[in-house]
């Protein structure tokens, strides 16, 4: 009988010390979860705070870029009475459908690096992040456009990725473009030429199939045993496909600024003037990106007016310069304006 008392004396002190254990891990539990809510919820502050910083950048840089522009006009004493505002709209409109050919290159990359976004979703992150041009140094077209497209269906690493194939594609085309038109239907501009030329090799070196899926692998862009089967989607099928809208992009380009320059006052344009037309806008695009001062500014006009001047005289060339960027500024705000409102209905709130 006494042995069986000293057995439940003894095994009393053990049920409480496995009852302070599991009160004592339950705490540590606790705290844990504690800090990784504090963690999640200084993350989420942290973006959303990043996100308005982003925004208002954006809006000061477009800000700037408009009164700019403007300014530039009054000095220039231009008569917006006299303007022939049909073609400068439907300029709009045709730099709206530039912008579209564009999105829908990016949305095939971002299928060949094994994504699966929503077209509606890649609608918006395109177009909202056209904004971010006007931001020196252009990253944030960047940072905007995967912040809004990376989720569930979509990493941030090949989303980042897409946006650089995109754009070095982009200025591949403009690039080929502008030198063949420049070398083959105009003399001199031996400078300009060079440029064009050697910004087509390197655009194009970087966007060669091969390379790129190289560059990726090394860089980490897809991970894991499928990343060589993933990366194989950005074939010369996927390029070619890319080549083919980029070109009616930059066509769509030169007949925005061939409308702009129609639209003004005493000016007399004919499709004959298309091919100066696209060396301009295609050669002075490209500049003004390898610049990376927000949105070209300076280096699209340094460019623009000393070639359109050549035909139409210097002050319809500044004129044109200008306003060429004020069309594709309202055309960007319009598009991220209408297609952000809707992003209820699209199903990506950022």
């Known amino acids: 009988m006494f042995e069986l008392l000293k057995t439940e004396i003894i095994k009393v002190p053990k049920r409480t010390d496995d009852l302070s254990a599991e009160t004592a891990g339950v705490s540590l539990l606790g705290e844990k979860l504690d800090r990784v809510e504090m963690n999640r919820w200084s993350k989420a502050k942290l973006l959303r705070c990043f996100r308005i910083v982003m925004m208002l950048s954006v809006v000061l ?111 591949f085309v403009g690039s080929v473009i502008g030198s063949l038109l420049l070398v083959t239907q105009f003399e001199g501009q031996v400078f300009l030429k060079t440029i064009g030329v050697v910004l087509a090799m390197i655009a194009g070196v970087l966007t060669w199939p091969p390379i790129f899926r190289r560059i990726a692998l090394k860089l980490g862009v897809v991970k894991g045993r499928k990343a060589k089967k993933i990366l194989n989607g950005l074939n010369f099928q996927t390029m070619s496909f890319g080549w083919l809208l980029m070109t009616l992009g930059w066509f769509l380009n030169g007949l925005s600024l061939w409308m702009v320059i129609k639209g003004l006052p005493g000016t007399a344009v004919a499709i004959s003037d298309f091919s100066l037309v696209m060396v301009c ?70």
């Open 61 to 171: 840089a477009v800000v700037y870029t408009a009164i700019t522009s403007f300014q530039q006009l009054r000095q220039e004493g231009f008569d917006f009475l006299a303007v022939n505002y049909g073609w400068w709209i439907g300029a709009v409109g045709v730099y709206i459908g530039t912008m579209f050919l564009s999105c829908c290159f990016w949305f095939r990359v971002l299928l060949a690096l094994g994504q699966k976004p929503k077209f509606s979703s890649a609608l918006l992150a395109f177009f909202a992040s056209q904004l971010g041009k006007y931001v020196p140094g252009k990253a944030m077209v960047v940072v905007i456009r995967t912040d809004l497209i990376r989720g569930d269906d979509v990493r941030t690493a090949p989303a980042a990725a897409s946006v650089f194939v995109e754009t070095l594609t982009w200025i």
């Open 281 to 350: 806008v295609s050669l002075a695009t490209v500049a003004g990106f390898v610049s990376l001062l927000p949105g070209g500014l300076g280096v699209r006009e340094l460019v623009m007016i000393p070639l359109l001047g050549s035909q139409f005289g210097a002050v319809t060339a500044i004129v044109a310069a200008i306003v060429i960027r004020v069309i594709w500024l309202t055309a960007e705000l319009a598009t991220s304006g209408i297609i952000y409102g809707c992003r209820g209905a699209i199903g990506k709130v950022p």
